[in-house]
């Protein structure tokens, strides 16, 4: 099953993505935890999308498509904002201590670390973001 929502590039527009996410999330067999790595995962993703990509709000659109399917659930993200290279990000500084680590820069480290699989492309004008989530919750073996 295929679900598609587009927003606005509007910070006021994520709690309706991250609910539309959860729905999704909910019908692929995810659990609350999972659900909420999905939201956590979208949120930063579209954060990052008006904020750097656009340059702030109200400047383009993002379109969710939530592909659902047993025990995973496949996010697509599309802007049509400026390319996104994610080998551009530094690695975050995980030791350095708190009072020295500079503010932002952790968006893209969440998302890999809350999601099985988190691809970037960038083609015919514009960005795609693809990320994965599987469920752990397994039915036992016969």
Request: net charge negative.
């Amino acid at each position: 099953m295929t679900r598609t929502l587009t927003i606005p590039g509007r910070y006021d527009r994520l709690a309706q993505a991250c609910k539309f996410v959860a729905a999704a999330a909910s019908a692929a067999g995810l659990d609350d935890s999972e659900s909420n790595h999905c939201q956590l995962a979208v949120d930063e993703a579209c954060t990052n999308i008006i904020e750097h990509g656009y340059g702030g709000e109200d400047l383009g659109e993002i379109r969710l498509t939530c592909d659902v399917a047993a025990g995973e659930l496949t996010i697509t993200i599309q802007d049509a904002a400026r390319p996104f290279d994610p080998q551009s990000v530094p690695e975050p500084d995980l030791s350095a201590p708190l009072d020295e680590m500079r503010i932002g820069g952790l968006g893209l480290f969440f998302m890999r670390q809350v999601m099985d699989a988190v691809e970037f492309r960038h083609q015919g004008g514009g960005n795609t973001l693809t990320l994965i989530k599987r469920t752990n919750n397994r039915p036992p073996s016969p």
